[in-house]
């Protein structure tokens, strides 16, 4: 008994471990499982050998019901091959082979979800007996590609318990597939109180499989800037793939840890006449709406508050730089946050010149003026003299006072470390000594009107007085005078009727000098010239008027005019001249030929063409 119970045992590991069965000499072999997808064709196998040969050999197909039961789909003998009717396959199966090599296989078209199942393979001898072999039948479905939606309202830190971060989905997948979720590239496992993740699976009417799964979290601050997303697998034919869905961010509301405030503009330095714009902010998220700035005098707190995240100063002074603060109180808490910073505008004063406005020295002599302003950075100064740049420093040194140096001196004091900063002063410098007048160009002046305007410019300190006058003795009346920043400038108009002489004589504490004109006037002389000139054209024009009468030349009167000649004479003009002594003139011809008095043709004046 125990070497039956034994046999049967070694007989049952065979069977299971080679997935074959034997009784006498058949053997079969079947593979444990054949991969498909859904709507593919699929191929079962089975393999068998046999002592008896195919003569004497029935197959059969069987497949296992949802009850576990053996359904037949298929019958075939040496004279026969029915498929079943009534089944799930009756259409869409067919068996390729004999069986006389020892392979029959199983076709299935368009393979449904539902024929998952195990397929059985008999067959039977007249004398080998029987044989079994099974496989089993997968049926995969690709599902579409998974999506994501997270929440769009912000989670805050303080929520006791996880708060859902998002869903994600996919749809029509057989098997059921597998959703993960992963934070910043690190799978996420449920965590009691701080990571839920639920799923829930639908099966849709077509068998497929529908997968959805939530996140929840308990999110801290440092969520504000992680990624989620999912990574789904689902089983293919011989393995498994994968997909990703893209990444979502949340919203954190968390309460300020600091308050920020800063100058928005201008950036750098700040100097006076700039208008300031400070910000203000608090470091919470979302940021709190309770929020001032004001600056905070000294020994007073409690300065004037703006209600507002920005604070506008325009025009500003030194007297606005100091501390300001920010205070920005916690909606939830009402506890107030505070944040300062300190704003300095850069400034220069005006230019301070010493000595203040004017300064006399005498000529020859040195003399020195400086020019400083108050700034809070350091400055440089340049003094200037009709517009060009006389010196760099400030304090101007000027030695050997000439009516040259006389004149505005203007400083300009800058600040090089930031552009724009500049302020001015003057000085008017007087040197003081005997007039000196500028000598014009010339003196000596011609003039062809009964008018001439004469300039004179004399330097010296004091001012000048400055007489004109005439060789004659007499004294002018000035036209117009006017200050310089040397000394003056005169003008006068003369009326000449003849030459003259015109004096600028200028005087002061110091002496005198003077400057003379000669004017000559032209106009009578070219008058009398003009005429005389005319009176001899006009003379002459009447003689020659006179003495074409008499030849006959005008008024109806026509010379002699021999019109003998030929026409090689035509271009020889003939003049006849004849004294009271008859004495006979020389005649030429326009070639120079002389020519004989009866080629004359008289005493009068013949033009011979």
């Known amino acids: ?272 006449g700039d208008s300031i714009e400070l910000h203000c902010k608090d470091n919470g998220n979302p940021p709190s709406s309770i929020i001032s700035i004001k600056r905070l005098e000294e020994n007073d707190i409690d300065g004037q508050s703006h209600e507002s995240d920005v604070l506008v100063l325009n025009n500003v002074t030194s007297r606005d730089s100091g501390v300001y603060q920010c205070t920005s109180i916690d909606s939830d808490t009402f506890e107030p946050m505070y944040g300062n910073i300190s704003v300095f505008v850069h400034f220069l004063h005006a230019a301070v010149v010493t000595p203040q406005d004017t300064i006399v020295v005498a000529h020859g002599e040195e003399f020195t003026a400086t020019c400083n302003a108050l700034s809070s950075l350091k400055t440089q100064a340049v003094w200037l003299k009709d517009g060009e740049v006389v010196f760099k420093g400030h304090t101007l040194t000027v030695k050997d006072a000439t009516f040259d140096k006389a004149g505005m001196y203007v400083c300009v004091v800058t600040v090089p470390e930031i552009e724009e900063m500049e302020t001015r002063g003057s000085i008017l410098v007087n040197v003081k000594g005997p007039p000196e007048i500028l000598k014009p160009d010339n003196t000596e002046i011609e003039s062809y009107d009964t008018t001439v305007d004469l300039s004179c410019r004399v330097r010296g300190f004091p001012a000048p007085k400055i007489i004109w006058s005439t060789s004659d003795g007499q004294d002018l009346e000035m036209a117009s005078e006017m200050m310089t920043e040397d000394g003056l400038q005169s003008r006068v108009s003369i009326q000449v009727t003849s030459d003259i002489t015109a004096s600028c004589n200028a005087s002061n504490d110091h002496g005198t000098d003077a400057l003379t004109f000669n004017i000559k006037t032209q106009g009578s002389g070219v008058i009398i010239a003009v005429i005389i000139i005319c009176i001899l054209l006009l003379a002459i024009l009447g003689s020659v008027l006179y003495f074409l009468y008499k030849k006959g030349k005008i008024c109806g009167r026509s010379g002699k005019q021999d019109l003998t000649k030929d026409k090689s004479n035509k271009d020889n003009i003939v003049v006849e001249m004849k004294s009271d002594n008859t004495e006979e003139a020389v005649l030429l011809g326009v070639n120079g030929e002389k020519q004989s008095p009866n080629e004359q043709g008289g005493a009068y004046l013949d033009v011979q063409k």
């Not at 069986?99 to 199942?117: C, F, H, S, Y």
């Not at 039977?124 to 995969?140: I, N, P, W, Y």
């Open 1 to 272: 008994m125990a070497v039956r119970t034994a046999s049967f045992l070694l007989f049952g590991l065979f069977a299971t471990f080679h997935t074959w069965g034997a009784w006498a000499n058949m053997e079969m072999n079947m593979e444990d499982r054949v991969e498909v997808y859904k709507g593919d064709t699929a191929q079962i196998t089975c393999m068998f050998t046999s002592s008896e040969g195919i003569g004497g050999t029935i197959i059969q197909w069987f497949y296992v019901t949802g009850t576990g039961e053996k359904q037949k789909i298929y019958y075939q003998d040496s004279m026969s091959q029915i498929v079943d009717r009534a089944t799930q396959f009756t259409e869409r199966i067919s068996v390729n082979g004999t069986g006389a090599p020892g392979r029959v296989v199983l076709t299935i078209r368009d393979v449904q979800l539902a024929d998952e199942t195990e397929f059985i393979c008999l067959i039977k001898g007249l004398t080998d007996g029987a044989s079994e072999g099974r496989t089993k039948l997968k049926v995969f479905g690709t599902p579409d590609l998974p999506t994501i939606e997270g929440v769009q309202t912000g989670i805050s830190v303080s929520e006791v318990s996880p708060s859902k971060i998002g869903t994600c989905e996919v749809k029509n997948g057989f098997p059921k597939p597998n959703i993960t979720w992963y934070r910043n590239n690190t799978p996420l496992q449920s965590v009691p109180d701080e990571v839920e993740v639920v799923p829930s699976v639908t099966s849709e009417s077509s068998g497929l499989f529908s997968v959805t799964s939530e996140l929840n979290l308990k999110v801290v601050k440092e969520d504000k800037n992680d990624e989620f997303y999912c990574e789904v697998s689902y089983f293919v034919p011989g393995g498994t793939r994968m997909t990703e869905t893209h990444r979502i961010n949340i919203t954190v509301f968390y309460p300020p840890t600091a308050v920020n405030v800063w100058v928005e503009s201008p950036k750098g330095d700040i100097k006076e």
